[in-house]
């Protein structure tokens, strides 16, 4: 990269704040901001009703410089940076299961530890997850995967069981679960993009990538292979989150992740009810490309969040 590229980038860094990088181009060399989009081929930075906000390309360069810069500090001042107190956004994809049960505990953790860090979370169902960790432009992901490329870290965080989430009062609430009454009554069942069709779930590739079963793809398995011809499904919805509204207005029924099943029964009148079937139990891991070993910022991370699963019971 130009010299002026650099000189301009770091510029921007050092006035970058966690979400929103403000830049003044006062003071600068004339057209410096231009040259600088020339030689990225990108805008970079572009006006709007509260001032220069910067394109994805320029958050993804920022947070590359800002760890340069840090590693750069280090080294004359002989001083480690510690990534709870550095200024970073980290980037995760994550389902809003991992939305609701595993990363509000990981944010009550580091407003106390690390209030200069910022996590941003983006869908994880729509994308290449494996490719953004390799492109760098996600530093962690949250879901259940099966076999994944060379090159891709791994952890288990905890294992996720299914339970079946019913209004109160439904009439499976009384007298003795079987099969045959489960196939009574209509399902809801969570679709990561909301339709039957997206049979690759975000993944192009599959032979590259290994097939990503996702929490809700894998409480599916029972409506689809186990529960035979009988069962019905009505309605279909893309997010966790839209399940308990159908569950409160109907004799619809659901098959959930207990832990958000436990949260999503404090939160309305819901019922749960073990399976009367071998249980569909799954491995929600983190995972993240092999350069962020040598992240300090990233390995920081991964052990805090590690640490909080303690708390999700």
């Known amino acids: 990269m130009p ?29 410096l901001l231009g040259r600088l989009r020339q030689s990225i081929g ?71 530890s690390a209030p200069t860090v910022d996590l941003r979370v983006f869908p994880s169902n729509h994308i290449d997850l494996v490719q953004q960790l390799e492109k760098g432009r996600g530093d962690l992901v949250i879901g259940s995967f099966t076999e994944l490329p060379a090159g891709i870290r791994r952890a288990r965080l905890l294992r996720e069981d299914e339970v079946i989430v019913v209004r109160t009062g439904h009439p499976l609430t009384r007298g003795r679960m079987t099969k045959e009454r489960l196939l009574e009554f209509p ?7 909301g339709t039957m069709e997206s049979a690759t779930d975000g993944f192009p590739d599959e032979e590259r990538n290994g097939k990503r079963v996702s929490v809700e793809s894998a409480l599916c ?15 279909c919805v893309p997010k966790f989150a839209a399940v308990a509204p159908f569950l ?7 098959k959930l992740p207990r832990r958000l099943a436990l949260w ?12 009367p079937y071998p249980s569909v139990a799954i491995d929600i891991e983190m995972l993240w490309d092999q350069g962020g070993d040598d992240d300090h910022g990233i390995q920081w991370l991964v052990n805090e969040l590690a640490e909080c699963i303690g708390n999700v019971g």
């Open 3 to 31: 010299r002026i590229a650099q000189e301009a980038i770091s510029n921007a860094v050092r006035h970058a704040k966690p979400t929103v990088i403000n830049v003044s181009v006062r003071g600068e060399p004339p057209n």
């Open 42 to 112: 990108d805008e970079l930075f572009i006006p709007t009703e509260s001032g220069m906000q910067p394109t994805r390309r320029a958050l993804e360069l920022a947070s590359a410089v800002r760890e340069g810069l840090e590693k750069l500090e280090s080294a004359l001042t002989g001083k480690e940076s510690v990534p709870a107190e550095a200024s970073r956004t980290f980037r995760i994809g994550a389902t809003d299961y991992a939305c609701m049960v595993i990363l509000p505990s990981l944010v009550k953790r580091l407003a106390k």
């Open 187 to 193: 399902h809801v069942v969570v679709e990561p993009a």
């Open 221 to 235: 398995e029972f409506q689809y292979g186990r529960i035979g011809p009988g069962g019905c499904m009505t309605v």
């Open 248 to 254: 409160q207005l109907s004799d619809n029924l659901a």
């Open 264 to 275: 999503a029964a404090a939160h309305a009148p819901l019922s749960l009810l073990d399976p």
